[in-house]
């Protein structure tokens, strides 16, 4: 990407609406209510053959540095230092307000350029604001309406002398003569990995990696620490993160995609409608993961919460580990981890050998060995084992406990097995009468298989079919 682009202003202005439609994609949360944006979040924006990096931050307040606000501005002067360019938004529809000068005089005072973007100009009420955003002093303003895509030309012109555009992989020259209709090509959206196409090899491909947890256990304490900076906003308030934020990272040479998320709680404690944008936000953040991480409280070990988060993940098919954090602080260690043992066995049957790491987010200890444990997590869940050596496991597994009789006293015969897919590992067992395979015997295969090729702390998968009969013309598409 040619340039980093940070999109800046006082809140409300539709700075998290302009950030989606450059980057094609609903990433950010939208709402009416001023202030919803946090954290910074980032994605690879898009326009006609520009490509750049896009940033979303939240709205300029002054508030004292110790103040959430504070902190919230403080991520913002930040990500407006390290950019190429930044785009300070106005709303056309209030005019220029004394935040919008308070903050343009900043902006100025730094050494990061910056383009004007008078925004929501979609009607005539616009005209009078877009006009006064000349009194600025940040020269003639974009007219733009970020909800319905106008102006985004005139964007387009803007940004061009900070990037060269790209076509089918080759610079183009920026004083070549462009056809008719050039800037009017479709969104492009950014693409995710398939986490389900079984034929996709690790490889160099980043690990899709959740942080998740109920409020105020130490979720963006730890993502600080493991990028070495104060990338997201933390603090004493409940509910600080609000927009899953993901951030590209390399561990020990390996690229990872770590996702910071919002705290979930209950489901009958939550009616405010931004804390239900934020929930859905997470479990989008879980089902697009790999590997989730839950992170638990030291001293409130795997409460109905914490228990409901984890089915999730198992449920979706994500490999989870459990961090329980503020170890340094806990009151009583090994009551808690005692604890968290039986409530494991007793609760998430489904899977055996969870792995759990304790730590401390605030003064690192232990993290490295969790996100070590993270990748040979993820190696588990995405394990291939040969149809050869499944059916020898088979052979020997019913040796060791044969099939019990059916209801019609006849003995249930367990033909074959073959893994379909991973990520997680799925099999298919085919036997003479699957309705009548016993719970209990299709979850002593499931420990069996598990025990036999080290598959512990990873869902898994085991159907058992009735083989295709060739001669049944009912099995026949015709």
Known sequence: MSFKLVIVGRPNVGKSTLFNRLVGRRLALVHDRPGVTRDRR????????????????????????????????????????????????????????????????????????????????????????????????????????AEHGQGLNELYDALLPYGTPVIDGEDLDPDAELEPGFLEAAEVQEGLPDGDDEHDELGDRPLQLAIVGRPNTGKSTLVNRLLGEDRVLTGPEPGVTRDAIPI??????????????????????????????SALDTLRAVDLAEV???????????????????????????????????????SNRSESLLQLKEKLAKSLTQVRGVP???????????????????????????????????????????QKHPPPLSKQKRRIKLRYVTQ????????ILFTSRPVDLPTSYHRYLMNDLRDTFGFEGVPLRLHVRKPDNPYDTRSKRG
Request: with cysteine; charged share 30%.
């Open 292 to 330: 989730v991480v839950l992170v638990l409280d030291a001293d409130a070990i795997l409460d109905k919460q914490d228990l409901t988060i984890a089915a999730r993940v198992i449920d979706e098919g994500r490999s989870l580990v459990i961090a329980v954090n503020k170890w340094d602080a806990a």
């Open 356 to 398: 759990t790491i304790t730590i401390s987010a605030k003064t690192g200890s232990r993290v490295s060995e969790l996100m070590d444990t993270v990748f040979k997590t993820r190696e588990i869940w995405n394990t291939r084992v040969k149809t050869a050596a499944l059916n020898q496991w088979l052979d020997d597994a019913t």
């Open 42 to 145: 980032e994605g690879e924006g898009h326009l006609a053959d520009l490509t750049f990096r896009v940033i979303d931050t939240a709205g300029l307040e002054d508030s004292d540095k110790g103040t959430l606000e504070g902190r919230m501005r403080g991520q913002t002067e930040r990500a407006v230092a390290e950019a190429d360019v930044a785009l300070m938004v106005i709303d056309a529809r209030v005019g220029v307000t004394p935040m919008d000068d308070y903050f343009a005089d900043l902006l100025r005072r730094g050494s990061t350029p910056i383009i004007l973007a008078a925004n929501k100009c979609e009607g005539n009420a616009a005209q009078a604001g877009l006009y006064e955003a000349f009194s600025l002093g940040l020269g003639e303003p974009v007219a733009l309406s």
């Open 420 to 427: 379909v897919k991973a990520r997680p590992p799925t099999f």
């Open 248 to 277: 590209d990272w390399e561990y020990k040479g390996r690229p990872v995609r770590l996702v910071d998320t919002a705290g979930l709680r209950k489901k009958a404690k939550v009616n405010d409608v931004v804390e239900k944008l």
